[in-house]
C-alpha cells in the first residue's frame, strides 16, 4: 500500500485563513445546534467504537479500503463509519428525533485526496426521525441550510470578507432530481458536473446502496433515499433516506449485499424485536463550512488536516 506524504502540506495553509475557518466552523456548530434543538430533536453523544458500524457499501461511489478496527479484551471494535444503526436504534428506545455530532472514521484510498471533499476523519451532524418520510426532511434541510446561510453571514461578515467569499443567496424549496435524470444530462459521473451547473443545493434521489436505505415497496430496484448537492462544484452535502426497518427486509438486503450477517448479530436481535419506521440524514460539518467559506480543499478549514493519502503531523 502506497505510504501517506506531503509534510509540507500543513504547513503552506495561511494561519490567518485557518483562524477564519476556525471561527466559521464554530459559528456553524453553534447554529445547528440551536436549530435542532428549536426543531424539538435530543442531542445524543457520539459513539466511536462499536461492534457495528455502517458498511458503506457496497456502493460504487465509495473508495474506502478498510474499516479501523481494535481489540479490546477479547472483542472487535469498529471505529464509527456512520452512526446510522445506532441512531435506529435509539429511535426504537424511543427517542423521536435525535441529533448527534459524530466523529466518523473513513480510510479512503489515498487518492481520494485530490477530490477537495474527502476526509479519512470528519464529523457528521447525523439525525433520525422516528415516522418521518423524505418530503419530511427535504423541508427540514430546505430551512436548515438558507438558515446556516443567513447567520453565518452576519456573524462571520469579517471571516468572509478576508477570504474574500461571497454567498449566493437563494430562496424557496430546493429542486429535486432522481440520479436518473442527472446521469442522463450530466453523465454517469454527475456529481461535480451538476453541482457547478447550479447556484442553489439540490436534492437527487434514489441511489443503489447499503442495506438500511429503504427499497420503493411501489418500485423494486429504486430507493427513498436523497443525497443534498452544494452548487458552485462543491459537491455533495447530505446523505440519508427513509429506512427499511422489518426484520425480513434487512436480513434480506444484508443477505443481498453479500455482507457477514455475523457482525450485526445485536443489530438484528433488536432488529426482530421491531424497528421504528424513520427517516433522517448525515451531513459532513467540515464539508459545509468548505462551502460557506470556498475553501478550495475541506482539509484546509480542518485545525488539523486529514486529508487521505497526507501523512499526519499533528
Ligand atoms: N448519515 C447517513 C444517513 O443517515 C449515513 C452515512 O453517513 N453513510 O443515512
Not at 447554529?31 to 435530543?42: E, M, Q
Not at 471533499?117 to 427540514?140: G, M, P, T, Y
Not at 442553489?200 to 436523497?226: I, M, T
Request: glycine share 10%; aromatic share 10%.
Amino acid at each position: 500500500m502506497e505510504k501517506a506524504q506531503g509534510f509540507q502540506v500543513i504547513l503552506v495553509e495561511d494561519a490567518g485563513k485557518r483562524k477564519a475557518y476556525a471561527k466559521i466552523t464554530s459559528e456553524v456548530l453553534r447554529y445547528s445546534t440551536d436549530f435542532f434543538h428549536r426543531k424539538g430533536f435530543v442531542q445524543l453523544m457520539p459513539v466511536i467504537l462499536s461492534p457495528i458500524t455502517d458498511p458503506l457499501g457496497p456502493d460504487p461511489g465509495s473508495s474506502v479500503i478498510k474499516t479501523g478496527e481494535i481489540e479490546y479484551l477479547g472483542q472487535r471494535l469498529s471505529l464509527t463509519q456512520s452512526m446510522i444503526l445506532h441512531k435506529q436504534l435509539a429511535v426504537k428506545e424511543g427517542v423521536e428525533k435525535l441529533f448527534i455530532i459524530s466523529p466518523n472514521v473513513r480510510l479512503e484510498h489515498p487518492k481520494r485526496g485530490k477530490s477537495g471533499k474527502h476526509l479519512f476523519e470528519f464529523s457528521q451532524l447525523d439525525f433520525e426521525i422516528a415516522h418521518a418520510k423524505k418530503e419530511d426532511v427535504f423541508a427540514l434541510m430546505d430551512e436548515f441550510v438558507r438558515g446556516v446561510v443567513e447567520h453565518t453571514r452576519v456573524a462571520c461578515r469579517e471571516e468572509f470578507a478576508a477570504l474574500g467569499r461571497e454567498l449566493l443567496e437563494f430562496d424557496g424549496a430546493f429542486p429535486i432530481y432522481t440520479t436518473h435524470e442527472l446521469k442522463e444530462k450530466f453523465g454517469e459521473d454527475w456529481e461535480t458536473v451538476a453541482s457547478l451547473a447550479h447556484k442553489s443545493p439540490f436534492w437527487a434521489v434514489c441511489h443503489k446502496r447499503e442495506f438500511y436505505d429503504k427499497e420503493d415497496p411501489e418500485e423494486e430496484g429504486h430507493y427513498l433515499n436523497y443525497d443534498l448537492v452544494y452548487p458552485e462544484g462543491f459537491g455533495e452535502a447530505l446523505s440519508g433516506a427513509e429506512r427499511e426497518h422489518e426484520y425480513s427486509r434487512i436480513v434480506g438486503r444484508i443477505g443481498k449485499d453479500m455482507l457477514d450477517a455475523g457482525r450485526y448479530e445485536a443489530y438484528l436481535e433488536l432488529a426482530k424485536e421491531g424497528l421504528v419506521p424513520s427517516a433522517g440524514g448525515g451531513f459532513g460539518i467540515e464539508r459545509l463550512v468548505r462551502y460557506l467559506s470556498g475553501a478550495t480543499h475541506v482539509g484546509d478549514v480542518q485545525m488539523f488536516r486529514r486529508v487521505p493519502g497526507e501523512a499526519v503531523v499533528v
